[in-house]
């Protein structure tokens, strides 16, 4: 790009930054185009779940849908309610959108086409993501409007809270590739790390969840008890940016979990050189998170919403010490000394190896021979560390069980104790 | 880019109006609200130095810390406060000491750095002679028995024990 533009005749500074302003607007606008096509494949999934046929009127298969949702609400009328702190107002909505944007530029779309390789990419993300936060607490607070100032509080304790276990499981491939790069995550994945940790990816996929606000976690817009919640004053296009920052972000979720546990655009052919290697990529990483994000569809219109109470107690008390013990078992495990991975070892073994050895060498390849032992030893531990939580859960359901058949049998009195534990520490 | 220098002051005199102007405007600013808003810009530009100075990792915790958690929990103070939520005005009388607490800070920190402008504290190096990643050297320093590991576990054991003390303070019983 930058050749053919000085070839051109372009001076080379100017061609730079043209090619560079291209680079972002290509990697900012991704997202944002994305979801035009994914609102409408979400609409059209939750119809065929619920038994609908979803919209159909508007073109072939009623994919321009979301277009005329787009021109009703640039047409509608802008309304700033009395009151409002105006600015903060109305740069709400282009915070909590600017904040998931930010992510792609550290998504590795493919071996060739990254927007930017930091070397905290991992890190980064999770400090742009709690912009969104922000956003949610500044609309909810410059609405003037209870509603949305109890909705904004909601979801901040929601959002911080499961930032905790998001943080630990991220943690975990960081300790597995020895960087925090997330193009390094990908390169050094020569086996999908959610072989290896599978709880990890399913801590990271649930808190990722209820960080976006999706079904079963969709306290945000708990419109039984919030009327709308946070974004209850907005309207026309500042309503749609909330609404597309979320659809955003639900698929930067699918697309990070892919990239972080399912090997990004690791597969056959993607190593290829040039263009070619890159598109191949390319595919295989939307494949993964389109496969990702048809499963929050699936738990979206499938799960019912819980309760706030049940929501912090899930993430406290469970999620947090569950990750915190991962973390500790694969920093044990994946230890250089204990299961290192040696790259350069097999890589030479490759080389020298006959016969079947080379065989064997030649279809798995170095890298997955290396991750090996370190994979098989992490699976096993995930085992063990599941099957002592199930115990746990277990015991403790058991207890629950017999407190709750206990107040079948026999009515309680209404005693001020008894009383405390049905008036549960609500939106603690 | 042809004149790096150039590039570099740029970003360095907008990072500067950026710290500075935040900084001031918290201070200036009547409505509390606004004030945590401008920390943000603030504590942003200091972001933008951590980035100037090749130190992407700081910077990243600078986002994620300060702008992403500690003032978030400042605008939730404000919020939960209804006081301040009902008059959005705040008044200070106690700027004058403020001023001259700041300036005396001031002076100290310059005639510091006056002092030390020649010790080996302030030798400028290049970016080429720093190590490649800097974030690997300095997660090896903090757990390396002959560099910050002390400090790092003291530090670690402070925050707990300020956790625990929290904890207890909260608890209702």
């Known amino acids: 790009m930058i050749e053919w533009l000085t070839g051109q005749g372009w001076n080379k500074d100017l061609a730079t930054f043209v090619a560079l302003l291209l680079g972002v607007i290509v990697v900012s606008s991704f997202g944002l185009v994305w979801i035009i096509f994914s609102i409408w494949l979400e609409r059209k999934v939750a119809g ?26 640039l047409i509608k009328e802008d309304i700033t309610p009395e009151g409002a702190d105006t600015f903060v107002y109305n740069i709400a909505p282009l915070l909590s959108v600017v904040a998931v944007v930010l992510i792609w530029s550290v998504v590795p779309f493919s071996n060739i086409w990254v927007g930017a390789d930091l070397n905290v990419g991992a890190l980064y993300f999770t400090a742009v993501g709690s912009f969104g936060t922000l956003a949610i607490l500044l609309a909810g607070w410059s609405s003037n409007n209870k509603y949305a100032l109890l909705g904004a509080f909601r979801v901040t304790a929601q959002l911080i809270s499961y930032e905790v276990p998001m943080v630990l499981s991220i943690l975990v491939p960081v300790l597995l590739a020895g960087t925090m790069s997330m193009q390094g995550i990908v390169l050094n994945q020569h086996i999908w790390y959610v072989l290896a940790v599978p709880i990890a990816a399913g801590i990271f996929f649930t808190s990722s969840l209820a960080e ?13 008890e919030l009327v709308a919640g946070f974004n209850i004053e907005y309207s026309g296009m500042k309503f749609g940016m909330f609404y597309a920052a979320e659809f955003i972000h639900a698929f930067t979720i699918c697309v990070l979990t892919a990239v972080l546990f399912f090997g990004g655009w690791r597969g056959p052919g993607a190593l290829l050189e040039g263009a070619a290697g890159g598109l191949i990529g390319f595919g295989y990483l939307m494949l993964k998170s389109i496969a990702l994000y048809f499963v929050v569809m699936l738990i979206r219109n499938t799960v019912p919403r819980v309760r706030i109470d049940q929501m912090m107690a899930f993430n406290w008390k469970f999620l947090v010490p569950l990750s915190l013990v991962n973390v500790l078992v694969v920093a044990f495990l994946a230890n250089p000394s204990v299961f290192g991975v040696d790259y350069v070892y097999h890589q030479n073994q490759a080389e020298q190896a006959t016969g079947l050895m080379s065989l064997i060498y030649q279809v798995l390849g170095p890298g997955v021979i290396a991750e090996l032992p370190r994979t098989v030893a992490l699976l096993i531990a995930n085992i063990a560390m599941w ?36 008036t549960a520490p609500a939106g603690r | 880019m042809q004149n790096p220098d150039l590039v570099q002051w740029v970003a360095f005199i907008v990072l500067t109006i950026l710290t500075l102007g935040g900084g001031f405007m918290v201070a200036q600013d009547r409505n509390l609200f606004h004030g945590a808003l401008w920390l943000l810009v603030c504590l942003f530009g200091v972001a933008g130095f951590f980035v100037m100075l090749a130190a992407p990792f700081l910077a990243a915790i600078q986002v994620l810390v300060y702008m992403g958690a500690i003032v978030v929990l400042i605008i939730m103070a404000i919020m939960l406060t209804r006081r301040l939520m009902g008059e959005r005005e705040a008044t200070n009388d106690q700027w004058p000491i403020g001023l001259a607490m700041s300036a005396i800070a001031f002076l100290v920190i310059a005639f510091i750095l006056a002092l030390a402008s020649n010790s080996s504290l302030l030798t400028r190096e290049a970016a080429s002679q720093l190590p490649l990643d800097t974030v690997v050297s300095l997660g090896k320093s903090l757990v390396d028995t002959n560099q910050y590991m002390l400090p790092f576990e003291l530090a670690s ?15 209702e019983d």
């Open chain 1, 212 to 224: 976006v606000g999706r079904s079963p976690f969709d306290l945000i817009e708990a419109e039984s």
């Open chain 2, 157 to 171: 054991l402070l925050l707990t024990g300020a956790m625990i003390g929290a904890i207890v303070i909260a608890r």
């Open chain 1, 387 to 422: 099957w002592g939580t199930s115990e746990i859960l277990h015991r403790y359901a058991g207890i629950e069980r017999r407190k709750v058949q206990d107040l079948v049998t026999e009515p309680p009195e209404f005693s001020p104790k008894g009383q405390q534990t049905t």
């Open chain 1, 48 to 73: 065929r779940i619920q038994d609908r046929i979803g919209p159909n009127r508007t073109g072939p298969y009623g994919l321009f849908q979301t277009f005329a949702d787009i021109g009703k609400l």
